[in-house]
């Protein structure tokens, strides 16, 4: 042996976590569900985080166990930070206690309008965090049916290309050679060093998303570096706001914040509440809401508003996603369109029993861009023949 050879690097015994990111409507929910399917997720905690006032994709996924987690306060590179942190916690110390039985990895599927940076910093930098757990790669996925469009309009789509280590080009079985190639020659120009991977209705091996690597900026592009910067120097001046306003006379910066329930991470305190800073994060215009049916709905009728509003205002459409109380129908019906395009409708095996879809109303989650919600509701509700309106 040679007495000058470097020692070989201990074992990371510190739990893998895989960033699953993408623009809305890329087909995440779809992929994790073929992905826990697979044995190789049999010890994996999962935590979903979503945008709007109504949780969804949680009541998709068909793993809804003690390890699933529902970040559903807000974009989780905003005013879910704090619940990372304490989801993440939460999983280790449950672990710890044997509440969790053989916890090996954690799987996070941000929000579509998550930025990865603030994310990717949290876990690189955040101290109880980056001693458990370690970052095992950054997996976007690409919609080959509207990438082109999303990257030319959204910025957020940009960085989850870019901070990439793997490529996932979904709905391959959807879009044309010469689109798909478009796409692929696109995302390589934001991000060549990340392997493409073209997926069909959402089937993957895990092995094409695991086993990434520890998240190294150096090796993708120089704009990288910089936003993770970006977020180094805005996590600082956060703590120097906060260690302020803790000293300011009559602060409440020491009160602690309530215990919530341990699957269901929300924010319950008002430090977890987005700054301006924060907000500005996400274009301004981009919006979501909520619209709620008290009746079941005429499917025909229905589907007939649904493909008008999107030929209207389609452009301005990012995602509706939701269940649907159909008449004639005992099970809930899962409708997703992205911009101009309605995905085919499925229905889960029965309805959820937890709020807010244990009553069976029809509820559609909105993410737009400049469409008031009373011209939608005034489209739909003329055309359907019964009233919709925003949920509180």
């Known amino acids: 042996m040679n007495p000058d050879a470097s020692p070989l690097p201990a074992a990371d015994r510190r739990i893998p976590v895989t960033l699953l990111t993408g623009f809305l409507g890329a087909g995440k929910t779809t992929l994790l ?17 979503e945008f709007g006032e109504v949780g969804v994709d949680h009541h998709l996924v068909e793993k809804v166990d003690e390890s699933l987690v529902v970040l559903d306060s807000g974009c989780i590179c905003c005013s879910v930070q704090g619940d990372l942190v304490r989801a993440l916690k939460g999983l280790f110390m449950r672990a710890l206690r044997r509440e969790l039985k053989g916890l090996r990895r954690v799987l996070i599927e941000t929000t579509g309008l998550a930025d990865p940076a603030p994310v990717i910093h949290t876990l690189m930098a955040e101290p109880f965090l980056c001693e458990r757990f370690r970052i095992d790669g ?55 060093g990340a392997r493409q991977v073209e997926v069909c209705a959402g089937q993957l091996a895990p092995d094409e998303i695991f086993g990434c690597g520890l998240y190294d900026a150096a090796g993708k592009q120089p704009d990288v570096a910089a936003w993770l910067g970006e977020e180094a120097l805005r996590a600082a001046r956060q703590r120097a706001a906060a260690a302020s306003a803790w000293r300011k006379p009559g602060s409440s910066g020491g009160r602690k914040a309530g215990a919530g329930n341990p699957i269901v991470a929300g924010a319950g305190a008002e430090a977890s ?52 109380n159909v008449e004639g129908d005992p099970l809930p019906r899962v409708l997703q369109c992205v911009q101009h395009s309605v995905y085919s409708s499925t229905s889960l095996p029965a309805w959820p029993t937890e709020p807010p879809y244990d009553d069976r109303r029809s509820r559609l989650v909105f993410i737009v861009r400049a469409l008031p919600a009373e011209d939608v509701i005034t489209l739909l509700s003329s055309l359907i023949g019964q009233p919709a309106h925003v949920s509180s």
């Open 33 to 49: 569900n073929h992905l826990l399917r697979q044995p190789q997720l049999a010890h994996c905690a999962v935590l979903i985080n």
């Open 273 to 324: 509440q987005p700054t301006t800073t924060e907000r500005a994060r996400h274009d301004a215009e981009v919006h979501s809401f909520v619209l709620t049916f008290d009746a079941p709905l005429p499917w025909y009728e229905f589907s007939d508003a649904l493909a008008l509003l999107l030929q209207l205002h389609g452009a301005r459409v990012l995602r509706i996603k939701g269940l649907l």
């Open 138 to 192: 950054v997996v976007t996925a690409v919609d080959a049916t509207h990438a082109l469009d999303q990257l030319a309009r959204q910025h957020e789509a940009v960085r989850q290309v870019a901070m990439a280590d793997r490529l996932l080009l979904t709905k391959c079985d959807l879009a044309e050679p010469a689109a798909r190639a478009a796409v692929s020659a696109r995302i390589a120009q934001l991000n060549p």
